[in-house]
Structure formats: structure tokens, C-alpha cells
């Protein structure tokens, strides 16, 4: 079974930052293109950062490009695991963040990721 378990998430003031996890299982995590999308209050749900499968490519949405991070793990002991650090927070990062896995390369079609996890909130304060 394919799980997605994000963690990390909650409250934070505005200019601080977060770390959200995303742990994988179930499939063959180092064959799979990774990444995060969101849904704000109202929006629909839109790419956010993912990251390709072994060149360290990744893609990064015009909201978050310069304050935010993405990392992949594929071997050492925390190995499947998935790491989004996110700095400079703003209160319209508010939302509800989505680790997902796909078998294409890096896309933010939503469409493009047949994996899902069930979102963690995260509210910025200001």
C-alpha cells in the first residue's frame, strides 16, 4: 500500500519558518518524481516544489521561489523521505500542503501524481 505521511506542519508567525517531512512506503520512492502542492482556503489545489528522481532537478512556483528548499533522501538511514524547508513565511502561505509522488518528471500538473498524502495545515500568523 502507498502511504504519503506528511508531518512538520502548524502554526507560525509571519517571517518565520517550517519544515514540513513527507515519508514514503510502498513503492520504489528513488524511481518516483516528489513534491508538494497546496490548497489554499477558496483555491484550488496548486503545484508548489517537487523534485526529479536522481539529477537533483526541481521546480519551485513564482509564491515560494527564493524561500523555500526542497531535498530528497534516497539512501542514507533516513532514506524515502522528503524534506520542504520554507523561510520568510507569509500569511498567504496558509494552506494546506500536499506530499505527492509521480512517475513522470518534474511537473506541477496535478494530473502528473497519481500519489497523494492527506495534507497537513499550515497557518501563518502575521
Known amino acids: 500500500e502507498v ?8 502554526l507560525v508567525q509571519a517571517g518565520g519558518s517550517l519544515r514540513l517531512s ?12 516528489i513534491g508538494w502542492f497546496y490548497q489554499a ?10 523534485i526529479g528522481i536522481s539529477d537533483g532537478s526541481s521546480y519551485y512556483s513564482d509564491s515560494v521561489k527564493g524561500r523555500a528548499t526542497i531535498s530528497r533522501d534516497n539512501v542514507s538511514n533516513t532514506k524515502n523521505t522528503m524534506i520542504l524547508q520554507m523561510n520568510s ?8 500542503y500536499y506530499c ?6 518534474i511537473t506541477a500538473q496535478t494530473t502528473s501524481y497519481p500519489y497523494w498524502g ?4 499550515v497557518t501563518v500568523i502575521s
Open 3 to 10: 502511504q504519503l505521511v506528511e508531518s512538520g506542519g502548524g
Open 22 to 33: 513527507c515519508v514514503a512506503s510502498g513503492f520504489t520512492f528513488d524511481e518516483y518524481t
Open 41 to 50: 482556503p477558496g483555491k484550488e489545489r496548486e503545484g508548489l516544489s517537487c
Open 89 to 96: 513565511l507569509k500569511p498567504e502561505d496558509t494552506a494546506l
Open 100 to 105: 505527492v509522488a509521480g512517475a513522470g518528471g
Open 118 to 121: 492527506q495534507g497537513i495545515q
